[in-house]
């Protein structure tokens, strides 16, 4: 009998055969969350593939989440993008969680983009900010690595700069050329599905977190397990609770990222382009 490590290797080897047969390889990634799914109609020639219909891909059952993997180009850059994410708080085991993560690197990305909303704990965030994740808080109770090792990359894996400074400096740039503010924070992932109380967010600022969610941080393990450089940005959504303003409510969450989507898109297109410059292999002399 196949361990679980093993059994999940062989079901994302499997998708990614699937995935294959649509004759794309893609050099970026992108996971893009709650209500943040729309970056992915931009993509040029763009095939849609919905989770169902990979194997083995577990279904993503919340509000402002598509699951669809889109196939693209951005201007000229390979893409997949997942439409929408699975949770942890929605049942799944933490490495079910990050199959769609493991899915784009099986698939040939090098490096992954990752979008979340946030909650805003940092003075300086308001509601439709853009925050460049700089670090991770994680207090989500587990991690994806917990279970036989599979023998990928090291087994304690160094996560003192787990997003990549120079798809930083790339986001960074992509904000200044296309006019788009973009703040910088630390990111907190609790568990969820309920939303934090006035003490915990108490607590997280008192830890330096300057936003909360509930995703992302599964994936960037998962990724930097497998070598793949990571990126991420928040989506300012709402203020934490206990703070003035704070509105705790999913459909608000989506209206505001509905809101944010074309400064977002034109910010994620712009740092695509980017990313790929940090990430694409170097021109062999034939090729020059």
């Not at 893009?32 to 020639?45: C, V, Y």
């Not at 049942?91 to 493991?102: D, I, S």
């Not at 960074?172 to 924070?185: F, I, Q």
Request: aromatic share 4%.
């Amino acid at each position: 009998m196949l361990s679980m490590s093993a059994s999940l290797d062989a079901q994302v080897t499997e998708a990614a055969r699937y995935v294959a047969r649509f004759g794309l390889r893609p050099n970026l990634g992108v996971i893009l969350g709650s209500g943040l799914g729309g970056f992915a109609e931009s993509l040029r020639d763009s095939i849609r593939v919905p989770y169902a219909d990979v194997p083995h891909f577990p279904a993503a059952s919340v509000a402002g989440h598509a699951g669809v993997l889109c196939l693209g180009h951005v201007e000229n850059v390979p893409v997949a993008c997942l439409q929408g994410r699975v949770h942890l708080y929605e049942g799944q085991p933490a490495a079910r969680v990050v199959f769609g993560a493991r899915l784009l690197v099986a698939c040939g990305c090098r490096a992954v983009l990752l979008t979340n909303a946030a909650g805003g704990i940092g003075d300086q965030l308001q509601p439709g900010d853009l925050m460049l994740i700089m670090d991770h808080i994680n207090l989500m109770g587990t991690n994806p690595l917990v279970g036989a090792d599979d023998g990928v990359g090291p087994r304690f894996v160094d996560l003192s700069r787990a997003y990549d400074p120079e798809l930083a400096q790339a986001a960074r740039s992509a904000a200044h050329e296309t006019g788009v503010e973009l703040r910088e924070g630390v990111y907190a992932a609790m568990l969820g599905p309920s939303y934090e109380t006035p003490a915990e967010i108490r607590m997280l600022r008192t830890l330096g977190a300057d936003a909360v969610g509930m995703s992302t941080v599964p994936e960037v393990i998962a990724l930097r397990k497998r070598g793949v450089r990571v990126g991420a940005v928040s989506c300012i959504t709402n203020l934490a609770a206990g703070l003035e303003g704070a509105v705790l409510d999913h459909a608000h969450v989506e209206r505001t990222a509905g809101d944010a989507r074309e400064r977002f898109s034109r910010l994620l297109a712009r740092w695509v382009v980017r990313a790929h410059a940090v990430v694409a292999p170097a021109a062999s002399p034939d090729m020059l």
